[in-house]
């Protein structure tokens, strides 16, 4: 019996930052089980964290500010998933359209367009998320069989 067995197979993506990181577990059909924001000096212990409590197929790191430090702390533990850098490219923006999709803005705060709302908190958690649908739904193409 595996210590996952009825679990359903995740990835973990991780955005990493200067002094935050953020991180996003989805199962492989894009259910999000959950997303959260970490200081940087846990980055590490997150993962292994995460790794161990569920069948990881895939640990995604962001491929810009603070990607080859990550990958380079990452590599150093021996983690049973691989670990992919995944494109970051215009995450920041696409989090915060997706955070205000989730939690969408109320009282007089509805009335601002939303390209002009900040969210009240750090939102790298919904980057790591949107960089995982990316590469889950990049996956999922057919282009993606005929490499």
Known sequence: MTRHQGRPPVIL???PGRHKCGFAVLTLDGA???LWVAPRTE???EVCRVVGELPVQAVLVGDRTGSKQALAELGSHDLPAPI???PEHETTL????????DNPPRGWRRLIPRGMLLPPRPVDDYAAL?????????RRSPRADAH
């Open 13 to 15: 993506a991780v955005d």
């Open 32 to 34: 999000v089980e959950g």
């Open 43 to 45: 980055l590490a212990q």
């Open 84 to 86: 992919r850098t995944a």
């Open 94 to 101: 696409r989090a915060r359209e997706r955070y205000f999709r």
């Open 130 to 138: 949107v960089m995982a649908e990316d590469w889950l739904a990049a």
